[in-house]
């Protein structure tokens, strides 16, 4: 898991002046979590990182409450999560925590180091597989029209009444020629980008490999031209991959580019500099076998 991945997400869209006068060594920090800053050693003082984040945490607040909200808290890479457990148990004012979490079947707890200053104030929302008839409703809307009842029952069993997995499944299903809906995440990526080119592929897995992925970045990793490049990203595009804001390439669902990352990444040939990927800064809870946390 590369350094930072989630902590640079957070801060992406925050207005710089935020921490354009906290101590030097705050500030050279989150220049370089966000990569505005190159080293030659490339270390970055993780103490540092995490009371610049508190900081910006704190002056955020202070112009009205707070949400940080983050998708796949399990997930979290090492460093990000030292960073949000030092501000976690230092949160003051009108800041709250929105967390999705997978829970696992044995019970055990992937965010015991998440401790928040008022235990009481933390809410645990248990959100459950959706019902064959809820799916329906959900893939339907999506998609813009029904799945037969029996394809949507197979949809059913092999989603686990997730829904952005369900959605896939009846999109891959609609689309292929013999009828027979994947049943993998694997094979989901593959039936969504297998028939691509493949230097859409290339563009794919080096959006995957950053944190922060901007046309740029994504550009350098590939020394594709650039027209050539937004030709490839316009593709991905039209095939529901990736969104473009701006210059921000934005994955559709986090599932496509832990895919995308699994697939292809044995054939990666690209280099980028410091590249790091995941997290969100605001996301809503939407799949299966997920609990909310909230600190109010």
């Given at each position: 898991?590369?350094?930072y ?12 002046d935020i921490?354009a006068?906290?101590p ?12 505005r ?6 270390v ?6 995490a ?5 910006v945490?704190?002056r955020?607040?202070d112009h009205g409450?707070l ?5 796949d ?10 960073v ?13 925590l ?7 079947h044995d ?6 180091w998440?401790?928040l200053?008022r ?29 037969p009842r029996a ?8 989603s686990?009444?997730?829904?952005f ?7 891959a ?7 027979v ?9 593959r039936a969504?980008?297998?028939s ?6 290339d ?14 970045l ?10 050539r ?5 316009e593709?991905a595009?039209r ?9 921000r390439i ?8 832990g ?5 292809f990444?044995?054939?990666a040939?690209?280099?980028?500099p410091?590249p790091?990927?995941g ?5 809503t809870?939407?799949?299966a076998?997920r ?5 109010r």
């Amino acid at each position: 898991m590369l350094a930072y991945a989630s902590l640079a997400d957070l801060l992406t869209d925050v207005d710089q002046d935020i921490w354009a006068d906290l101590p030097e060594p705050q500030r050279i920090a989150v220049d370089r979590v966000l990569l505005r800053e190159q080293t030659a050693d490339g270390v970055t003082d993780q103490r540092a990182v995490a009371a610049a984040f508190l900081s910006v945490v704190d002056r955020l607040s202070d112009h009205g409450p707070l949400l940080l909200a983050i998708d796949d808290l399990q997930w979290l890479d090492p460093s990000s999560q030292h960073v949000l457990a030092f501000a976690a148990r230092r949160l003051s004012g009108p800041v709250g925590l929105l967390a999705t979490v997978r829970t696992e079947h044995d019970g055990s707890d992937s965010i015991s180091w998440l401790q928040l200053p008022r235990p009481d104030a933390i809410h645990r929302i248990p959100v459950h597989p959706l019902a064959s008839r809820e799916l329906h409703t959900v893939v339907k809307d999506k998609l813009g029209h029904p799945i037969p009842r029996a394809a949507m029952a197979r949809i059913h069993q092999l989603s686990a009444g997730n829904p952005f997995y369900a959605i896939e499944l009846a999109r891959a299903l609609t689309e292929s020629a013999d009828e027979v809906a994947p049943g993998t995440l694997a094979e989901l990526v593959r039936a969504r980008i297998g028939s691509l080119d493949p230097a859409v592929h290339d563009v794919l897995l080096a959006a995957a490999c950053l944190a922060v992925s901007t046309v740029e970045l994504v550009g350098e990793a590939t020394a594709a031209d650039h027209g050539r490049l937004i030709e490839l990203l316009e593709v991905a595009e039209r095939h529901g991959i990736v969104s473009i804001g701006g210059n921000r390439i934005r994955f559709t669902h986090p599932l496509l580019a832990g895919g995308v990352h699994r697939r292809f990444a044995y054939r990666a040939q690209a280099h980028a500099p410091s590249p790091r990927r995941g997290g969100r800064r605001v996301r809503t809870a939407g799949t299966a076998s997920r609990a909310g946390v909230n600190h109010r």
